[in-house]
């Protein structure tokens, strides 16, 4: 399993465009083999910020989706990006 986590840092006036922007990707991602989860969220406390989750079955999967391509999305600049892909080794109940 695969979790790709993390944090998109925009202009505040420009995160609700970039979140109505990509609204459609998380719609594809959550139909696409493979998918668990897909979300890419505004954070309650920091205007700037947009939370990236994302797990999938596998590195196949994710690639699957990626590689597919969609629609070209005019999306405001993102000032900076902490995302990170994880390797799930072990899953249990928490």
Do not use: T
């Amino acid at each position: 399993m695969l979790i790709i986590a993390g944090s998109l840092f925009l202009d505040p006036a420009d995160r609700d465009r970039y979140l109505a922007a990509v609204g459609d990707v998380a719609r594809q991602a959550r139909s696409a083999p493979g998918c668990l989860d897909f979300a890419q969220v505004a954070d309650d406390l920091d205007p700037a910020r947009v939370v990236i989750y994302e797990r999938w079955e596998s590195e196949a999967d994710l690639l699957r989706f990626r590689e597919a391509g969609g629609p070209e999305l005019e999306l405001p600049p993102i000032r900076s990006a902490d995302v990170a892909k994880y390797r799930v080794a072990a899953v249990e109940a928490p």
